[in-house]
């Protein structure tokens, strides 16, 4: 089982700040099968980055992403209030097959 | 746009079968994975299984022995049966829909809004 460790477990920031979040997994991610997602209150998550580095469709630029193998990164280059949320990080690999991490929540400072 | 739409009871007891619908609409069954993915409150996403559209299945092995996931083509619907459940089951549980492509990504790009279950007598 291939097992997906965020840090950190919570990012205080302000509006305006970069967030830079990190996603570590135990083996080697094939593929760069490896997908971001923000979940907000009361509300699915919903697709922001997938394949690593690409983001999904409508997903502003001031989200980015990249990392191979094990070490993975997700970048928020300007916070908007909207992107106060919890991020999760999310594979595919060996049994189980889809594996998640277990959430970054970035807070208003 | 497609969307996805749980339904089923909200309470269940101690040591019976939670069972849960997923109604896709507005897009194809075919070419795609169909998932369960569960979320205790205030706690992070466990992936529990899929169907493919051809019929195959793949179980999260945690869960696998109370498992099974059916699909239902002509309805557009797909379901969870979880048998055995105890109050550790309660969760938000919500369908997916997984999208493949081999070699190169993957990825959850439509999800149901979710619906609670509750295990309690």
């Known amino acids: 089982e291939i097992v997906l460790t965020q840090s950190p477990g919570t990012l205080s920031l302000s509006p305006g700040e970069r967030a830079t979040l990190s996603c570590r997994a135990s083996?080697?991610?094939?593929?760069?099968?490896l997908s971001w997602y923000q979940q907000k209150p009361g509300q699915a998550p919903r697709l922001l980055i997938y394949?690593?580095?690409s983001r999904a469709t409508s997903i502003p630029d001031r989200f980015s992403a990249s990392g191979s193998g094990t070490d993975f990164t997700l970048t928020i280059s300007r916070l908007e209030p909207e992107d106060f949320a919890v991020y999760y990080c999310?594979?595919?690999?060996?049994?189980?097959?889809?594996?998640f991490g277990q959430g970054t929540r970035l807070e208003i400072k | 746009q497609v969307q996805l739409q749980e339904s089923g009871p909200g309470l269940v007891k101690p040591s019976e079968t939670l069972s849960l619908t997923c109604t896709v609409s507005g897009g194809s069954i075919n070419g795609y994975h169909w998932n369960w993915i569960r979320q205790p409150p205030g706690k992070g996403l466990e992936w529990i299984g899929y169907i493919h559209y051809s019929g195959s299945t793949n179980y999260n092995p945690s869960l696998k022995s109370r498992v099974t996931i059916s699909l239902d083509t002509s309805k557009k619907q797909f379901s969870l049966n979880l048998s055995s459940v105890t109050a550790a089951d309660t969760a938000v549980y919500y369908c997916?829909?997984?999208?493949?492509?081999?070699?190169?990504?993957?990825?959850?790009?439509?999800w149901g809004q979710g619906t609670l279950v509750t295990v309690s007598s």
């Open positions: 999310q594979q595919y690999g060996s049994s189980p097959p889809i594996t």
């Open positions: 997916a829909r997984w999208v493949f492509y081999g070699g190169h990504s993957d990825y959850f790009d439509y």
């Open positions: 394949g690593a580095s």
């Open positions: 083996q080697s991610v094939s593929y760069n099968y």
